[in-house]
């Protein structure tokens, strides 16, 4: 009998190594031969750690689970799939999860993330084997065909970026993955690292042979040390499998991965800052052009991309650039793994295609507040998005929609926050993330954010409210004109989207005046 306890950091904060020990021991106490396997994350956060037990019908799923209850779980004969107060039936008839449309994460948390032989009976490298076989310029003429856009948040066309790669004269070149997954409320890179480590490994190799790269660099953030460990372990075995390394398959591509942890700044996600940081520098945002893409890692040719954009790749391959088209709305194509935290019943993950709302997200599948209270506000697309009221929640998910409401979906994450929000405070935190994340190269952003901070303690001190209020848009403009990059560029989407949606918050009664 196998049984799952998820190995995914989000399972382990809440105790899955307990409960998976738990487990091995009351089965010998019980002398019972069971295996567990341990996992990636199935995306339901709120029902971690999850059990799940195979039975003759599929994968039966308990949670969350605490070593406490693992005696009565044996007792009402989970083993065989039966009913127990933590069960919710089949795991794959959970409607958080059937009602997904999983192609990047289909088999996140079905799989063993270490077992090659797990991988490959899933589906894993029949995109790569093909991609062995192809002429380049037809990988990427597909993955252009696929509509796929870069899921780092700026939505650029990846078949754009590979083909300036591919077009350029060989020589050394490289393949660079962006993992530093730092927007708050983002999980959705760390949830496939941990979960399904092959799948970026064979995006990147598909990447390496479309460009005519030799080697790949994974940018992990430092906070990530369980995703680190999963991906050294996995890339030594993609190598002994012969799927990375010299001749691969027997073939004449080559290509070696390795992976590099930051060290904690927000803006090495920014991918010229990132690059200064794998090479050993500080990260610091570099004038553009030249791009990344003609003078990138080492001032050589490179693609860059972030964890879901490679990890779209293998199946676009696999099945065609048009069957992941078929997904989404307009211009944007395929599936986006929207990952909905904060102030919210049912937090997760949620792989969805393009055109689904904000409402649905957080209704539907969040079920509401965690508080019960109603919801306010959500910021989507991580610290430099908007916070949206409540009269856009109906707003598809695409980027042009989005960006007509003066928003973004950027990497798909979606925090909520409840009618309690004092939207002042959260402008504020908004342009003070600024000041503290800013690489400081320059004005606009560096001195910009910190004037912007005091503007916001006058007008919620009520001090000249009307003039500062003014002055705060007047600073805003001068920052999203005037910055070299989206750190400093996009901090008035918060702000701005915070003054203009919810302007009552900054015009009430200070509680400080008499
Ligand atoms: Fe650095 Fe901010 Fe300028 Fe970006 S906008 S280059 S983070 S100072």
């Keep these: 009998i196998k049984i799952f306890v998820p190995r995914d950091a989000a399972?382990?904060?809440?105790?899955?190594?307990?409960?998976?020990?738990?487990?091995?021991?009351?089965?010998?106490?019980?002398?019972?031969?069971?295996?567990?396997?341990r996992n990636g994350s199935r995306g339901m956060l709120y029902l971690e750690p999850l059990v799940e037990v195979t039975t003759a019908n599929g994968r039966v799923a308990y949670g969350p689970v605490a070593p406490s209850d693992v005696a009565s779980l044996f007792d009402a004969g989970f083993l065989e799939g039966k009913a127990h107060a933590l069960g919710h039936g089949l795991t794959e008839e959970i409607p958080y999860f059937k009602n997904q449309e999983r192609l990047t994460f289909a088999r996140c948390g079905i799989t063993d993330p270490l077992s090659i032989e797990d991988y490959r009976s899933h589906g894993g490298f029949v995109g790569l084997a093909k991609a062995l076989q192809m002429k380049p310029i037809d990988i990427v003429t597909e993955v252009t065909t696929s509509g796929l856009r870069g899921r780092g948040g700026a939505g650029f066309p990846t078949g754009i970026k590979w083909k300036t790669v591919h077009d350029l004269p060989a020589g050394e070149k490289y393949v660079a993955c962006n993992a530093d997954e730092g927007d708050s409320g983002t999980f959705a890179d760390r949830m496939l690292m941990e979960g399904d480590p092959f799948c970026l490994i064979e995006g990147m190799t598909i990447a390496a042979i479309a460009g005519g790269a030799q080697k790949g660099y994974i940018y992990v953030r430092s906070e990530y040390p369980h995703s680190v460990?999963?991906?050294?372990?996995?890339?030594?075995?993609?190598?002994?499998?012969?799927?990375?390394?010299?001749?691969?398959?027997?073939?004449?591509?080559?290509?070696?991965?390795?992976?590099?942890?930051?060290?904690?700044?927000?803006?090495?996600?920014?991918?010229?800052?990132?690059?200064?940081?794998?090479?050993?520098?500080?990260?610091?945002?570099?004038?553009?052009?030249?791009?990344?893409?003609?003078?990138?890692l080492f001032g050589k040719p490179t693609i860059i991309n972030?964890?879901?954009?490679?990890?779209?790749?293998?199946?676009?391959?696999?099945?065609?650039?048009?069957?992941?088209?078929?997904?989404?709305?307009?211009?944007?194509?395929?599936?986006?793994?929207?990952?909905?935290?904060?102030?919210?019943?049912?937090?997760?993950?949620?792989?969805?295609?393009?055109?689904?709302?904000?409402?649905?997200?957080?209704?539907?599948?969040?079920?509401?507040?965690?508080?019960?209270?109603?919801?306010?506000?959500?910021?989507?697309?991580?610290?430099?998005?908007?916070?949206?009221?409540?009269s856009k929640f109906d707003v598809p998910m695409d980027y042009e929609e989005f960006a007509k409401v003066d928003a973004m979906v950027g990497h798909g994450g979606l925090v909520v926050f409840d009618d309690t929000v004092d939207m002042a405070k959260q402008a504020r935190f908004a342009m003070e993330f600024c000041t503290i994340e800013s690489c400081g190269k320059c004005t606009p952003c560096r001195i910009g954010s910190t004037r912007g901070v005091e503007v916001i303690d006058k007008i919620i001190d009520d001090i000249d409210r009307t003039k500062n209020l003014a002055l705060l848009e007047d600073l805003c403009v001068t920052m999203a004109d005037g910055s070299l990059c989206a750190m400093?560029?996009?901090?008035?989407?918060?702000?701005?989207?915070?003054?203009?949606?919810?302007?009552?918050?900054?015009h009430k009664p200070s509680p400080n005046k008499f």
């Excluded at 999963?230 to 499998?241: C, F, G, M, S, T």
């Excluded at 591509?253 to 700044?265: I, N, P, T």
């Excluded at 991918?271 to 553009?288: A, F, H, P």
């Excluded at 400093?488 to 900054?506: I, K, N, W």
């Design 306 to 390: 972030n964890v879901m954009s490679f990890a779209a790749v293998p199946i676009i391959i696999d099945k065609g650039g048009e069957f992941y088209r078929d997904y989404g709305v307009g211009r944007s194509r395929g599936t986006l793994a929207f990952q909905i935290a904060g102030n919210i019943k049912q937090g997760g993950l949620v792989e969805k295609a393009f055109g689904v709302t904000t409402r649905q997200l957080i209704e539907d599948w969040g079920g509401g507040t965690a508080t019960g209270r109603p919801v306010r506000a959500v910021q989507v697309g991580g610290p430099l998005g908007a916070y949206i009221p409540e």
């Design 488 to 506: 400093g560029g996009l901090t008035p989407f918060p702000v701005m989207s915070a003054v203009r949606g919810f302007p009552e918050d900054f």
């Design 11 to 37: 399972a382990l904060s809440v105790g899955a190594d307990e409960v998976a020990a738990a487990i091995a021991s009351e089965a010998k106490k019980r002398k019972l031969q069971v295996e567990i396997v």
């Design 229 to 296: 460990h999963v991906l050294r372990e996995a890339i030594e075995i993609a190598r002994r499998a012969n799927w990375l390394g010299d001749n691969i398959q027997g073939t004449k591509h080559s290509f070696d991965l390795f992976v590099r942890m930051g060290a904690g700044a927000y803006i090495c996600g920014e991918e010229t800052s990132m690059l200064e940081s794998i090479e050993g520098k500080r990260g610091i945002v570099r004038y553009k052009p030249p791009i990344p893409a003609i003078e990138g």
